[in-house]
């Protein structure tokens, strides 16, 4: 097992070396985008790349007029077989259908009937690269070549890669081919805007944090939906303190013995080891309102987004400083609900200060309310800008 496990290795190392490490930058200019996604999941990752399929479709690019400069984005349901062959693919679902509640909240989403493969005979001093681009989620970078058939990616023009990095910790180091050029990286977080540009350089032979300028390297953050709660509902806050029962739950514990029965803890939907179906988003906003305090000491892998979610509801927020979170850009909150160090008395004190002065302390997330109610205008712009890298800055129109 051990003997075929590395002659894949040096399958996937001689794949990349042979066909990847040389590509260029592609310069032909991108008409249809596509998002790689699972199908019938409602988690934050398949939700980003809704909102971006959204956005994408719901602004023009320069003069409306020109059909050079439209982009069209599609959904692109996928499925990772790592059973049948060698090497992991990824294989398209077909009559997938985006769920309900995407549906609702963001209306300019279109899906992909097929997968964009190789398109086009590559002419003599043609761009190798046909008008389509791939976007993966970061979680997914052993597949965004698993689409192209290499029997004829000599001869035809291959689609264009996108990673979007929205989180660093899910990728577990799994994307090693920081050489390629024909990649363009989308980061969501301070904190995965560094893991990039940290590689980067390091393949470059420049040192950690030096200034550099990456044409492939461009902002892309998400938003929170407005999602409000039910009207039958009342502000009782009859809950104390929410917790994510999936992150850094020996932390919660600690504290939970520490305080006793003096504050009630409950956790937000089942945990892991429960066979039960996680929260809804609906279910887990109406969970929110009705309660005072969110804590968070698990890995922050990215911009998490119930953080973000629990604000907006009208909790304070309390954290460590692990991943994304020791990034003011990426969690713009006081250092007084930050804990650098875990310290069970110390966060046992700050959560009685905050249940017993709630509406002064919320105060101090004014600031951060309103940082998260611009991030999707803060969006437009990344989309914008992204859009215009992808049009306007190619120099080769589609042929």
């Known amino acids: ?35 790689a996604c699972p199908p019938n999941v409602q988690t ?41 062959h060698e090497l992991p693919r990824a294989f ?27 398109e086009g005979e590559i002419g ?33 023009k291959r689609y264009q890669n996108c990673i979007w990095w929205l989180s660093v910790d899910n990728n577990n180091s799994k994307y090693k081919d920081w050489s390629r050029k024909d990649v363009l990286h989308l980061y969501q977080s301070e904190y995965a805007k560094n893991y990039v540009l940290n590689n980067l350089r ?12 990456f044409s492939n ?32 739950i020996h932390y919660t514990d600690e504290i939970r013995r520490r305080s006793g029965t003096k504050f009630k803890f409950t956790p937000i939907g089942p945990g892991p080891h429960v066979n039960k179906e996680r929260l809804s988003p609906e279910e887990v906003t109406t969970l929110l309102h009705r309660a005072r305090v969110y804590i968070d000491f698990g890995p922050h892998p990215g911009m998490d987004r119930l953080p973000r979610e629990a604000a907006m509801a009208g909790l304070i927020v309390i954290t460590n400083q692990e991943g994304a979170a020791f990034y003011h850009n990426d969690v713009p909150i006081s250092t007084d609900y930050k804990i650098k160090r ?42 914008k800008e992204m859009l215009n890298a992808l049009t306007e800055n190619r120099p080769l129109v589609i042929s």
């Open 92 to 118: 398209h679902v077909k009559n997938a259908a985006i769920l309900p509640p995407y549906r609702s909240t963001y209306c300019n989403l279109k899906v992909a009937e097929s997968c964009p493969s190789l």
């Open 44 to 84: 934050g990752g398949p939700e980003a790349m809704h909102q971006l399929c959204h956005k994408i479709n719901s602004l023009q690019v320069g003069d409306s007029t020109d059909s050079n400069n439209i982009v069209d984005a599609f959904m692109l349901f996928l499925r990772e077989d790592n059973t049948t």
């Open 202 to 213: 390091k393949i470059s032979s420049l040192k950690p944090n030096q200034e550099t300028y």
């Open 1 to 35: 097992k051990r003997a075929r496990t590395e002659e894949l290795e040096s399958e996937i190392d001689n794949r990349r070396n042979n066909n990847y490490l040389h590509l260029p930058f592609p310069k032909r200019k991108v008409s249809k985008i596509y998002l």
């Open 217 to 248: 390297v461009q902002a892309m953050t998400e938003f929170i939906p407005d999602r409000r709660q039910p009207h039958d509902m009342t502000q009782t806050r009859d809950l104390q303190v929410l917790y994510n029962p999936f992150k850094g």
């Open 124 to 156: 003599i001093g043609d761009d190798i690269f046909s008008d389509s681009l791939i976007i993966w989620p970061e979680c997914w970078t052993h597949l965004i070549d698993s689409l192209v058939d290499m029997k004829l990616a000599t001869t035809r």
């Open 342 to 383: 875990f310290d069970v008395e110390k966060v046992h004190k700050l959560l009685k200060e905050c249940l017993e002065g709630y509406d002064e302390k919320l105060k101090d997330f004014d600031s951060y309310i309103k940082w998260i109610n611009g991030q999707e205008g803060t969006m437009e712009k990344c989309v």
